[in-house]
């Protein structure tokens, strides 16, 4: 299992509604906590993937419901992990007078096991110094005594080729643009490369918004409303990514210009130098935390935050407080971490600031002496603040690099800026719907969502087809598996799923389309309405235009 796709899950359990539920000192007070970012950042590098966390996956939804896993036989089966489809190449402009034929193959080596020698595990991690080479070595060759390990992967290496024709008596520049499933997280290893007559494109990226929705907690089994938006309700079938890209609006809204929030004044609150006794378990100060209390008008007010952890949202009373952990020498990032309020519309009013023992935000919390930090009221606007604070962040996420899947932010700044902004305002509490999961007005939580929900890009690429002639274009990429959780126990288990879009959101005319498998001898067909068979040797079947959906279940033989 992905170390990202447990971290997704290990996100869905709204700590703060069981923290309401069980302990709400106040009907009309909601209270939450969370960890601070930097320990998240640190806790996402560092998972590791255990059958308690897979249980936990085949209990809560993601993406398919747990029930759901293996469902289907007459059809594609709903896996609770869904990678989407391979989607058709399509122009910006309508292309009446071109022709595509599409050819398209998987290519299943990479189940093939590969010997990776422990030097070649480190010939990435080129930032090393010498010392740290030789040391991250020899814990290999300790791990690994025979000098290295087999490797194998469920993914899978898809080209996708197109034979594009002119037959009309003039040259044809055309836009093309070739969608791809995948999240922030993985544009470093998902993006296909786009070649012309066996030449790399130059191509620009366009990032779409989230493909999924929102639901609520445990699908309301225990606490919270299942129709609540607590959790991620990711996309679990190829029918979310019609209803997504079908009138052309997700595309538009990716290839346009992003929103503009420099006109948005903000009021900005900016706490430094916070200090306070140290931890001390035996002396009662399990984590010393400041907090920050202020009366508004929660119809005429919003907070938006960055630093805090902790917090106690009442309406009914028209008070707020936010906190977070005073910074212990030793602690990643002590001395480097910022906190800020962000409030948009009236001011808030009568703050005060304060140390406690934890950072419980009720009023039952233990005061804590000798606490203080430096506050700084200004007036900026909301674009100047976001970027003041999530450049770094940016910077910091595209460094991280997480050891296990290799996946790294790989994305200019200003391309996430957009995505981040755009999630904050169709979900945070600046829109008129937003979701109950954003609810405290933590920026963290829209950032730590926007790296890793899934969603469709873009490469866009301009060709010219010469006058009565054709090329070649193609796409190469490496393709996710779809899967049921290794612990959750359906029917699907060890079954991946690979699928692909005919014609979905795309404007070009197909004369044909067909699609090819290779490498095959290490993997048995579970499932298929493809027309493949491995045991008779027919590994090249030609598509029915009239089908939009193909879809391919497979499992390792012999297990």
């Known amino acids: 299992m992905k170390a990202e796709r447990l971290f997704r899950i290990l996100g869905l359990v709204d700590e703060s509604l069981i923290e309401e539920a069980v302990s709400a000192s106040s009907p009309a007070a909601v209270q939450r906590r969370r960890h601070p970012w930097r320990r998240l950042l640190a806790a996402a590098a560092c998972l590791a993937?255990?059958?308690?966390?897979?249980?936990?996956?085949?209990?809560?939804?993601?993406?398919?419901?747990?029930?759901?896993?293996?469902?289907?036989?007459?059809?594609?089966?709903?896996?609770?992990?869904?990678?989407?489809?391979?989607?058709?190449?399509?122009?910006?402009?309508?292309?009446?007078?071109?022709?595509?034929?599409?050819?398209?193959?998987?290519?299943?080596?990479p189940w093939i096991p590969a010997w990776l020698s422990n030097e070649e595990m480190l010939a990435d991690r080129t930032w090393l110094t010498e010392a740290e080479r030789q040391e991250a070595l020899a814990q290999y060759d300790e791990l690994y005594p025979e000098g290295g390990r087999w490797r194998s992967s469920d993914d899978i290496l898809v080209t996708d080729a197109y034979t594009l024709a002119n037959p009309s008596q003039e040259d044809q520049t055309v836009t093309l643009l070739y969608p791809f499933a995948t999240s922030l997280n993985d544009l470093g290893r998902l993006t296909p490369t786009l070649t012309l007559d066996g030449s790399e494109l130059e191509t620009a990226l366009h990032v779409g918004a989230y493909s999924g929705g929102f639901e609520g907690v445990w699908d309301g089994t225990i606490v919270g409303d299942p129709e609540g938006s607590v959790n991620l309700d990711y996309a679990d079938s190829w029918e979310d990514y019609k209803n997504l890209l079908s009138d052309g609006t997700y595309l538009a809204n990716a290839l346009g210009v992003g929103p503009d929030v420099s006109g948005i004044p903000v009021t900005v609150y900016k706490f430094t130098d916070p200090y306070g006794p140290l931890k001390d378990e035996e002396a009662g100060v399990p984590n010393p935390s400041l907090q920050v209390g202020f009366d508004l008008d929660y119809s005429r007010t919003a907070v938006l935050t960055w630093g805090f952890d902790s917090g106690n949202f009442d309406r009914e009373n028209g008070t707020m407080i936010q906190g977070f952990s005073i910074p212990q020498p030793g602690e990643l990032g002590y001395g480097e971490d910022v906190y800020c309020l962000l409030v948009l519309g009236e001011d808030?009013?009568?703050?005060?600031?304060?140390?406690?023992?934890?950072?419980?935000?009720?009023?039952?919390?233990?005061?804590?002496?000798?606490?203080?930090?430096?506050?700084?009221?200004?007036?900026?606007?909301?674009?100047?603040?976001?970027?003041?604070?999530?450049?770094?962040?940016?910077?910091?996420?595209?460094?991280?690099?997480?050891?296990?899947?290799?996946?790294?932010?790989?994305?200019?700044?200003?391309?996430?800026?957009?995505?981040?902004?755009?999630?904050?305002?169709?979900?945070?509490?600046?829109?008129?719907?937003?979701?109950?999961?954003?609810?405290?007005?933590?920026?963290?939580?829209?950032?730590?969502?926007?790296?890793?929900?899934?969603?469709?890009?873009?490469?866009?690429?301009?060709?010219?087809?010469?006058?009565?002639?054709?090329v070649t274009l193609s796409a190469s990429m490496t393709k996710e598996a779809s899967y049921d959780f290794y612990c959750a126990h359906t029917e699907n288990q060890g079954v991946k799923g690979y699928d692909l879009v005919t014609a979905l959101g795309s404007t070009l005319?197909?004369?044909?389309?067909?699609?090819?498998?290779?490498?095959?001898?290490?993997?048995?067909?579970?499932?298929?309405?493809?027309?493949?068979?491995?045991?008779?040797?027919?590994?090249?079947?030609?598509?029915?235009?009239?089908?939009?959906?193909?879809?391919?279940?497979?499992?390792?033989?012999?297990?």
């Open 509 to 559: 005319d197909f004369t044909g389309q067909t699609a090819s498998l290779v490498n095959t001898e290490n993997i048995e067909i579970v499932r298929q309405n493809f027309g493949f068979d491995l045991e008779a040797g027919i590994t090249e079947v030609a598509l029915d235009p009239a089908e939009p959906h193909y879809y391919l279940e497979i499992r390792a033989r012999n297990g």
């Open 348 to 470: 808030i009013q009568n703050m005060t600031t304060g140390g406690y023992v934890t950072g419980g935000a009720d009023p039952d919390t233990e005061p804590l002496e000798g606490c203080g930090v430096t506050v700084e009221r200004y007036e900026s606007d909301l674009d100047t603040m976001l970027r003041e604070i999530l450049a770094p962040v940016w910077q910091e996420l595209r460094q991280n690099t997480y050891e296990q899947d290799g996946a790294e932010l790989d994305v200019d700044f200003e391309t996430w800026y957009r995505a981040v902004l755009e999630y904050l305002l169709a979900y945070g509490i600046l829109s008129p719907s937003g979701a109950e999961r954003y609810g405290a007005g933590w920026l963290e939580d829209i950032v730590s969502d926007v790296d890793t929900i899934d969603r469709v890009c873009w490469l866009e690429a301009e060709i010219t087809i010469p006058a009565g002639d054709s």
């Open 49 to 109: 993937v255990i059958c308690g966390g897979a249980y936990l996956a085949g209990t809560l939804r993601m993406g398919g419901r747990a029930g759901a896993g293996g469902s289907g036989h007459s059809e594609a089966s709903t896996f609770m992990s869904y990678a989407g489809p391979v989607f058709p190449l399509t122009t910006a402009e309508e292309t009446s007078s071109i022709t595509a034929e599409r050819n398209i193959t998987l290519d299943f080596a």
